[in-house]
């Protein structure tokens, strides 16, 4: 299912859950999860900005005013219906459903660059996936990799190269922006809202929820990186991605279970074990299949 409605569906079983059990969304902490070190700032020094409905409004307003500036730019330049403000449009919404990080909602944004727009192959997808990763930079930053290909093959009447960097400014842009929007509106009132029990309860089903979420993106790796071939099957709202078993990569399988092995057996660091795949990968290249 789509991932807002996976979050819609755990933010409200999470607040249904607390009213049952109110202390679902504040979960009993053992003592082995309690940090005596005390911090060099006070935590209450911190929280001395008091909520007033003037700054709300200021920021709102800059941030919004930051935020659309871009979109409406290219929506007035290059029309409403180009591959700019699609991309300005549907990664402005992908920002305010990020929750739980890049590994929560990449799944969703891969789905809809691959099976909706067809913006890139699935491939293609996984291998951006993996670039971001080796990158010293966050997850998120796909979608610069998904804004560049996308704007490249679909350049309307500018050359693609120049397309291609404009649509990945610009998706970088609609992407971090809420961020820093969210930040500062939200600031003064972050401690009132912890004591929130409603909204507590919410966020706890969405934590929970991401877990999966999470799984799923994992899986969407597996299917796309150790098959080479795979089919759709869909029934009402939900689509199951199902592989064709003829269609096994050998190597890439046995490269996964030697990064099972180190990683889960010999506990090696993620580096290492980086490392070692990725020597894997052009070693392969010398045994015949």
């Excluded at 891969?110 to 909706?116: F, H, L, M, R, Y």
């Amino acid at each position: 299912m789509p991932f807002p409605v996976v979050i819609a569906v755990a933010a409200l079983a999470g607040w249904l859950l607390s009213r049952r059990d109110p202390d679902f969304a504040h979960p009993p902490q053992g003592d082995g999860d309690q940090d005596e070190t005390a911090p060099v700032i006070s935590d209450d020094a911190l929280h001395d900005d008091r909520p007033s409905s003037g700054r709300l409004v200021r920021i709102l307003a800059i941030g919004l005013g930051l935020w659309a500036a871009p979109i409406a730019a290219v929506t007035v330049i290059f029309g409403s219906d180009s591959i700019f403000t699609t991309q300005g449009l549907f990664f402005s919404f992908s920002a305010l459903v990020t929750f739980g990080g890049a590994y929560a909602v990449l799944a969703f944004i891969a789905q809809q660059a691959v099976e909706t727009y067809g913006w890139l192959a699935p491939g293609e997808m996984v291998r951006g996936l993996a670039l971001a990763e080796t990158t010293p930079g966050p997850l998120i930053m796909v979608v610069q990799f998904v804004a560049f290909l996308a704007a490249y093959r679909n350049p309307g009447g500018l050359d693609p190269w120049v397309a291609a960097t404009l649509g990945a400014l610009l998706v970088t842009w609609v992407t971090f922006v809420p961020s820093f929007l969210f930040i500062l509106l939200g600031a003064p009132y972050v401690e009132r809202l912890r004591h929130n029990v409603a909204i507590s309860a919410a966020l706890a089903g969405i934590t929970a929820a991401v877990v999966g979420v999470i799984a799923n993106l994992a899986l969407y790796f597996a299917l796309n990186t150790l098959f080479t071939a795979t089919s759709i099957w869909t029934w009402g709202p939900l689509r199951i991605t199902i592989p064709d078993a003829a269609s096994v990569n050998p190597v890439a399988v046995g490269i996964t279970l030697v990064a099972l092995v180190l990683t889960l057996v010999l506990r090696w660091p993620i580096l290492r074990v980086l490392g070692v795949c990725a020597l894997l990968g052009p070693a392969s290249l010398l045994i015949p299949l």
